[in-house]
């Protein structure tokens, strides 16, 4: 069994960048692949492509064994290919692949042209159960000519990290999954982590369709204890004397619930945990290599939007329970005030209006709202 002693990251973005700079780190020769010139000059130059803690120095220790690159080409030599391009939701709660089938039929295509076998591909993407097998597999086969599992290898290995601390959460895992299409190309995987991970973290050796489902599983969970917290605190409101910490406290002692994620706050409205929820609503569903436009998860919207909307009326302004409200030019009432947490509240509830509404918004009320990481991320300007 051939070692693994480079690797090739396709699509430098939260998790792909912080994935090649700890490969480098911990010492294999590491190529960044990415259609986006600005992300490739950065680190080329030794510098974090996006924002994330941990990823600049993790970048400057391992800077002589990572280069990034536009060409497609120059990653063929890599023993392993890892693909973490967005998969976004579709209407239906599937997941895209049409960002996954741009980025792996050109390396392919390139793989056989350069006659290279035993390559080892890996997707670290979220994928709807089925869609590695039926799809992207399939894909792979057409475009060199070659059988999977006896002339190249397929693993799904997706990460459980949180924005803000990728770089531990790659290291330090507490699992790490593979879903292998050959017992060869998972033990090859495997004896990566060996090296790469600080901590021994439990390596799980599946078929690719139990991964699938494995990481599905495990977000679809989240998000239930997420929704189940938020939930408690609406009815502990309820009651004058009831303190919602103190319960959650008290109940996250048990080991069978443990504290993790229990912590009272707003309604999520993000863009990945609603979907990777909304998938079982049409379940089973055969994946396609469909390329429709993706579009953000309906999953909550108007209970979020709702519950917010009576939070920011109620709470926001600790020193009046009436906000001061204001029209804009268009006639529409909106709160004026500067605190932080009614800032945090906008963000997450602001995706959620109509783009009508949303254009009509006078920001001036707040320039911390213009500053604020997540109306970068909504697109509000």
């Not at 459980?160 to 959460?169: D, H, K, P, S």
């Not at 995987?189 to 991964?211: F, G, T």
């Not at 109940?251 to 504290?259: L, T």
Request: charged content about 20%; overall charge positive; aromatic content about 8%.
């Amino acid at each position: 069994m051939k070692s693994i002693k480079s690797a090739s990251v396709f699509g430098l973005g939260k998790l792909g960048a912080c994935i090649a700079a700890t490969l480098a780190q911990r010492g294999f020769e590491v190529v960044g692949v990415d259609i986006d010139p600005d992300k490739v000059r950065k680190i080329n130059a030794g510098l974090p492509p996006v924002e994330e803690p941990l990823l600049a120095e993790t970048i400057a220790a391992g800077r002589a064994r990572l280069r990034a690159t536009q060409d497609v080409r120059e990653a063929v030599p890599t023993d392993v290919s890892f693909f973490i391009p967005p998969s976004p939701s579709l209407p239906d709660g599937s997941f895209s692949t049409e960002f996954l089938l741009r980025a792996m039929q050109p390396m392919a295509k390139a793989v056989r042209e350069a006659g290279k076998r035993q390559h080892l591909f890996v997707c670290s993407s979220t994928t709807t159960p089925g869609a590695m097998d039926q799809v992207l597999i399939p894909m792979l086969e057409k475009e060199t000519g070659w059988s999977c599992g006896t002339d190249f290898g397929v693993c799904y290995n997706p990460e459980f990290i949180a924005l803000g601390n990728v770089v531990n959460g790659l290291l330090e895992p507490d699992l790490v999954l593979i879903g292998e299409s050959d017992p060869a190309s998972g033990g090859r995987l495997e004896a990566l982590y060996k090296s790469y991970n600080r901590n021994q973290p439990r390596i799980a050796r599946m078929s690719i369709i139990s991964a699938e489902l494995a990481k599905i599983s495990v977000n679809s969970y989240i998000t239930m204890k997420i929704s189940f917290t938020n939930q408690l605190r609406l009815i502990a409101e309820r009651f004058p004397q009831a303190n919602i910490h103190d319960v959650l406290d008290a109940i996250g002692s048990d080991s069978r619930i443990n504290q993790k994620y229990l912590r009272a706050g707003l309604s999520y409205g993000s863009l990945t945990l609603p979907g990777k929820w909304d998938w079982k609503r049409r379940w089973p569903r055969p994946p396609t290599a469909s390329t429709n436009s993706p579009s953000r998860s309906c999953c909550n919207r108007s209970a979020a939007w709702h519950r917010a909307e009576t939070w920011l009326r109620c709470w926001a302004w600790p020193t009046s329970r009436t906000p001061t409200l204001w029209k804009n030019r268009r006639g529409f009432i909106w709160p004026k005030t500067s605190s932080a947490t009614a800032i945090e509240c906008w963000s997450m509830i602001a995706p959620q209006r109509p783009a009508t509404v949303r254009a009509s918004i006078n920001l001036r009320w707040s320039k911390a709202w213009r500053r604020s990481r997540s109306a970068k991320r909504s697109g509000w300007r």
